[in-house]
């Protein structure tokens, strides 16, 4: 455990953990974060493998691969008619490996609900030979709580939900944390909540600061301090087949997600760190490690609740720039990606 942690402004972590971004409502930004985490931590010469579980195929999309023209996808790999290698494909630019699918996934999940036994771990077992391959493995989950999602659940280490700071936000919260628990007890007893996200945010509309108020009040340091606003690269970079860090690496969007990245890692290294000082093991660590800045958080919004345009790229957006603080300890490459990235895993 010891070599796991050598100063502050190093590498010292590869995460190594499959993450399921989850949430069973559409249009949260579950995609938007897969994509543009994935090509974020890819930026800090991480491993990382992006799979898509959404028969949409957004993520594929998104990742500039057209879903029209899969040869194997995540269909037949939750079928066992393929490898996961062997449909994995290289995203550039992104720098990260993507496991595509299409609307073929949803025949794929029939299928599954026709099967008697092990229907839930077909994704896990698909993922086995090569969970030791990468750093980090992002999972985007459709916009239903159904058996693609439950396979992204059993299949992962923890659960990073996108919300949106609205009303019927947090109702749909309950339902998300009642299967994480039902899956905790049936099938992956270890599985823990990576975080919460406040996706979309704007600091002009009481609501979201109320909601994200409450989202800080119930769940302290599981609500991520870096703050995603609403920005309109990050909803056109889809169109250009590219994560936001390729279209537009300076705007509000790509700072965000990188500063997400920063804290993810942060967080890590702070618990790797616990973990060598205490000399407990790392799940011990975790809940002594210290808090990343829940309050701030807090403060942070409401700070933000200040600020006048929200839709203008504003580089002295308080959230941004606490976020940008966070992001400080990451050596990036975002210039050339596909420098020393060997897309086989
Ligand atoms: P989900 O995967 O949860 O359904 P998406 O990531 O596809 O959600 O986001 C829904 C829509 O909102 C998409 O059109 C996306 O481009 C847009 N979007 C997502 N996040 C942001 C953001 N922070 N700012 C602006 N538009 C966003
Ligand atoms: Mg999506």
Redo the contacts with the bound molecule.
């Keep these: 455990m010891t070599g796991l942690w050598s100063g502050p402004v190093q590498y010292t972590s590869s995460m190594k953990r499959v993450i399921a971004v989850a949430?069973q409502?559409?249009?949260?930004?579950?995609?938007?974060?897969a994509v543009n985490l994935a090509a974020s931590l890819s930026a800090t010469r991480r491993r990382v493998l992006l799979m898509d579980l959404?028969p949409q195929g957004?993520a594929t999309m998104g990742s500039g691969i057209d879903k029209q023209q899969l040869q194997r996808s995540t269909c037949e790999v939750l079928l066992g008619e393929c490898d996961l290698e062997a449909a994995l494909v290289p995203v550039n630019p992104g720098g990260f490996s993507l496991l595509p699918a299409n609307q073929d996934l949803t025949a794929a999940e029939v299928r599954l609900l026709s099967m008697l036994t092990g229907r839930e771990i077909k994704l896990r077992n698909a993922l086995a030979p090569l969970r030791e391959s990468f750093d980090v493995i992002l999972i985007?989950c459709p916009?239903a709580l159904n058996m693609l999602t439950v396979n992204s659940l059993v299949a992962a280490d923890s659960v990073l939900i996108?919300m949106q700071c609205e009303y019927y936000a947090l109702e749909g919260l309950s339902a998300l944390l009642g299967t994480i628990e039902q899956i905790r007890d049936a099938a992956n007893p270890t599985l823990q909540l990576e975080g919460i996200l406040r996706?979309?945010f704007d600091p002009r509309n009481n609501l979201s600061t109320e909601v994200s108020a409450q989202l800080i009040m119930h769940f302290g340091e599981k609500v991520f301090r870096t703050i995603?606003?609403?920005?309109?690269r990050?909803?056109e970079a889809?169109s250009f087949g590219k994560p936001v860090l390729f279209h537009d690496k300076e705007s509000r969007?790509a700072l965000a997600y990188l500063a997400l990245a920063g804290e993810m890692i942060r967080r890590e290294e702070e618990e790797a760190h616990a973990a060598a000082t205490a000399g407990t093991s790392g799940a011990d660590a975790v809940a002594a490690a210290p808090a990343t800045g829940g309050t701030d958080g807090a403060n942070g919004v409401g700070a933000e609740g200040e600020q006048t345009s929200a839709a203008a790229d504003e580089p002295t957006e308080p959230a941004v720039d606490a976020a940008n603080r966070d992001a400080e300890p990451v050596e990036l490459n975002t210039t050339d990606p596909a420098s020393g990235y060997d897309p086989s895993p």
């Design positions: 949430n409502k559409g249009g949260v930004g579950k995609t938007t974060t959404d957004n985007d916009p996108p996706t979309m995603i606003p609403r920005n309109v990050l909803a889809p969007g």
